[in-house]
Structures are given as C-alpha cells and as structure tokens.
C-alpha cells in the first residue's frame, strides 16, 4: 500500500484517450522509478449519468474528498445537450469544484522553445517562459450580493458586487506564496486598488501574508498594467496572484502567450488536509473536444502536463515532475507532433497513442 492516492476521472469525450496516456506514465513511474500510486478510476460528467443518473455519484464525491489527489479528463458533449441543467455533465465537475472548496485555480503558461513560432508574440520574447497564475476560484464578482437586473424608474439595471473578505484573500494568497517558495520565490499581486476597494483590501491583506513569507520578493500591479506587462514582456513575472474576474481575463491571456490549447495544463487546489497536502482536482485547459473525440486525433500533453502538476503540488516529486515535464519537451525538440501542433501539409501527425509512446519513451 501507498500513501500517494489518486483518482482518475477520465470522463467523457477525448477525456478517456487523454487519460490512458496518463496511465501509461502512472505505469512506467511504478516500474521504472519504484514510485508507485493507488489509482482509482471512476466515472464522472456524461458517462457517469449514463450509468447511475446522475453526473457525479455521493460514493465517487466521497473518494474525491478523501485522495491525496484527482485527475479529471473532460466532460460533456452533445449528447447530453439536452439534458435537465441539474443532471448536465458540467454539474459534476461544478459539484466536485464547490464540495472540495477549491479556491485557487493555477494556471502555468509555459512555452516549450520547440512550440515558440507558435505564439502571436515574437519569439524572444515567449522562447522559454514560464510563469504562472493564480485566480482565486470561489469568490468575488462572480458571487456577490446584490445581484441581478431591477427596474430603476424608466429602465433596467444589471447589477454584480465585487466582494472579498480578509479570510477569502488570505487563503489565496497563502497558496501563492507557497507556490512561490516552491519555484523562483517572486510574487506579483494585481488588483485595482486605485478604484476599487476590495483591491484596496486585497493589496493589504497580501502585504500581510508576505511577511510569513519574507524570502519572497512580493510585488503589486495595477491589473490593467499587469495585462499589458504581461503582453510586452511576460518572462518579468514568476507567479502572479489575483483575483476571479482578472484571473479569469489574465489566465486566458497568459495561456494563448504560448499556443495550443492541447498543451494547457491546470490545478484547482484548496485547503490543506490533516497530512499537510492541500486538497487538489488537477485537469486539462480543454474540453471534451467531441469534434475529434474517438478519432484517435487528441492531443494528451494538457493531461500528462496536468499530472506533472499533480506530482508537484500533491505529491512533493517536483523533480519527478521536471524529468515528465522534460521528456514532452524532448518529444516536441525531436518535431513529434499530433494533428493540433501542425499547421503545414505533409507531415504525418502522430495519434494520441502514438504521442503517449513517444513520452514514456522519452521518459
Ligand atoms: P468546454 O466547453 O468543455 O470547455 P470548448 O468549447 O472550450 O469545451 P474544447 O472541447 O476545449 O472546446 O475544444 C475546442 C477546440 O479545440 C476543438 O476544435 C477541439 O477539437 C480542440 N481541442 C481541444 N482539446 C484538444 C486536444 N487535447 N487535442 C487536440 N485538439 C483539441
Ligand atoms: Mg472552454
């Protein structure tokens, strides 16, 4: 027996031939490094409502809030389009996202030199970045109170509140600055505290967690400005830590600095358990993809990028996370590509299978 547990939620779509990727990594770890995981796999999102009638069932909630760690592939599709909003594929994940409390969501944007002409910017500029983001997850405008549309005199008013308290920022911020300590030890908070006033909160409430932390050099930045620092010259920055709506906007940005979303990795952690662990849901950036799903076509670097995470932020094998991390980027250097990677003719793409080999052999 273990103590590194794990579950695997492959889901639907091009989900399940991402996640058998993943497995062929989780094998080789066992046989080739002696570093061994105790895998469940279970169902979640539309394979889960086909079988039980509902997208995630309260045994599988249960297993998610008791592992060290789950790894989720995708879900949904056009299958269950017509489903009752309460049982839709997407509601699983919602539920496992809200049961877990998972209030930060990490966003690395990280570009392999082999992928660098595939970014908008120029290539100096992108060649070897990698940064991340922190949005914090469960709080702010999405949420707060009041909302909604009203009547006011002769027209309507839409209506969202920007709301945080000390508690919510600090939580996050704690997880950024442990994310720090974890990589270059540099932090830049953004918010908008020249007009808003949970940004004047935020701003304060970081500024104090940071002197838990003094071996990071802790920055602030004006969200606005972080956008466009962030387009000018990315590699300034390490981890960045902000709020819902900019995480929202920053992330997404970040993340197209370095091209396909078939490479996009993400984290979603929240408290630390009794074994000091946080509590942690690891999946890829994209979707279900059911255009190309069954096809053989999809490509399984996000997932296996998402399971690097998972060895460093779950597990402690940050080293073991480099040499994964390392084998995709050998694998991209020696040109291997799957269809999403290539724009020109006459290169044979490689199937989904084929690229998961090609990593493990790498490895
Ligand atoms: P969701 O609403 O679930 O986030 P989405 O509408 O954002 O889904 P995706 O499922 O992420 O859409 O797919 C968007 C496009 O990117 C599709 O054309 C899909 O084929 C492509 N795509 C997504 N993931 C991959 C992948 N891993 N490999 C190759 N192509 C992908
Ligand atoms: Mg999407």
């Given at each position: 027996m273990t103590d590194r547990s794990l579950l695997v939620l492959p889901g639907d779509g091009i989900g399940p031939e991402v996640m058998a990727e993943v497995r062929k990594i989780i094998d080789w770890y066992g046989t080739?490094?002696?570093?061994?995981f105790d895998v469940t796999e279970d169902l979640v999102g539309g394979c889960a409502y086909d079988a039980?009638?509902?997208?995630?069932t309260d045994a599988t909630m249960a297993k998610a809030q008791e592992v060290d760690a789950v790894l989720l592939g995708a879900v949904g599709g056009p299958k269950y389009d017509k489903l009752d909003f309460s049982v839709k594929p997407e509601r699983g994940l919602l539920r496992l996202r809200k049961e877990m409390d998972l209030f930060a969501n990490l966003r690395p944007a990280q570009c392999f030199d082999a992928l660098?002409?595939?970014?908008?910017?120029k290539k100096d500029v992108v060649a070897g970045l990698d940064i991340m983001i922190v949005r914090e997850l469960?709080?702010?405008?999405?949420?707060?109170?009041?909302?909604g549309i009203i009547e006011e005199g002769n027209e309507r008013v839409g209506i969202n509140t920007q709301r945080y308290t000390e508690s919510e920022i600090d939580r996050v911020a704690r997880s950024a600055f442990e994310l720090a300590m974890k990589r270059n030890k540099k932090l830049c908070s953004m918010e908008k505290a020249n007009v808003m006033e949970s940004g004047v909160l935020w701003r304060e409430v970081v500024t104090e967690v940071g002197k838990d932390y003094p071996e990071v050099e802790l920055s602030h930045m004006y969200a606005d400005a972080g956008a466009m620092q962030l387009t000018r010259w990315?590699?300034?920055?390490?981890v960045i830590v902000t709020d819902n709506l900019f995480g929202d906007l920053l992330s997404d940005l970040a993340a197209m600095l370095?091209?396909?979303?078939?490479m996009l990795p993400s984290a979603s952690l929240g408290a630390p358990m009794a074994n000091g662990r946080p509590k942690a849901l690891y999946e890829p950036?994209?979707?279900?993809?059911p255009d190309i799903?069954?096809?053989?076509?999809?490509?399984p670097i996000a997932c296996i990028l998402s399971f690097a995470m998972a060895l460093r932020?779950?597990?402690?094998?940050g080293d073991e996370a480099d040499r994964l991390e390392k084998a995709v980027e050998k694998v991209l250097a020696d040109g291997k590509r799957t269809a999403d990677l290539?724009?020109?003719?006459g290169v044979t793409p490689l199937s989904t299978a084929e690229m998961g080999d090609a990593v493990v052999e790498a490895l």
């Amino acid at each position: 027996m273990t103590d590194r547990s794990l579950l695997v939620l492959p889901g639907d779509g091009i989900g399940p031939e991402v996640m058998a990727e993943v497995r062929k990594i989780i094998d080789w770890y066992g046989t080739a490094r002696g570093i061994t995981f105790d895998v469940t796999e279970d169902l979640v999102g539309g394979c889960a409502y086909d079988a039980h009638g509902t997208p995630l069932t309260d045994a599988t909630m249960a297993k998610a809030q008791e592992v060290d760690a789950v790894l989720l592939g995708a879900v949904g599709g056009p299958k269950y389009d017509k489903l009752d909003f309460s049982v839709k594929p997407e509601r699983g994940l919602l539920r496992l996202r809200k049961e877990m409390d998972l209030f930060a969501n990490l966003r690395p944007a990280q570009c392999f030199d082999a992928l660098a002409d595939f970014s908008s910017l120029k290539k100096d500029v992108v060649a070897g970045l990698d940064i991340m983001i922190v949005r914090e997850l469960t709080s702010g405008v999405y949420f707060g109170e009041p909302r909604g549309i009203i009547e006011e005199g002769n027209e309507r008013v839409g209506i969202n509140t920007q709301r945080y308290t000390e508690s919510e920022i600090d939580r996050v911020a704690r997880s950024a600055f442990e994310l720090a300590m974890k990589r270059n030890k540099k932090l830049c908070s953004m918010e908008k505290a020249n007009v808003m006033e949970s940004g004047v909160l935020w701003r304060e409430v970081v500024t104090e967690v940071g002197k838990d932390y003094p071996e990071v050099e802790l920055s602030h930045m004006y969200a606005d400005a972080g956008a466009m620092q962030l387009t000018r010259w990315p590699k300034q920055f390490d981890v960045i830590v902000t709020d819902n709506l900019f995480g929202d906007l920053l992330s997404d940005l970040a993340a197209m600095l370095t091209g396909s979303l078939g490479m996009l990795p993400s984290a979603s952690l929240g408290a630390p358990m009794a074994n000091g662990r946080p509590k942690a849901l690891y999946e890829p950036v994209h979707g279900s993809a059911p255009d190309i799903a069954g096809q053989g076509k999809a490509n399984p670097i996000a997932c296996i990028l998402s399971f690097a995470m998972a060895l460093r932020y779950s597990f402690d094998l940050g080293d073991e996370a480099d040499r994964l991390e390392k084998a995709v980027e050998k694998v991209l250097a020696d040109g291997k590509r799957t269809a999403d990677l290539l724009g020109e003719e006459g290169v044979t793409p490689l199937s989904t299978a084929e690229m998961g080999d090609a990593v493990v052999e790498a490895l």
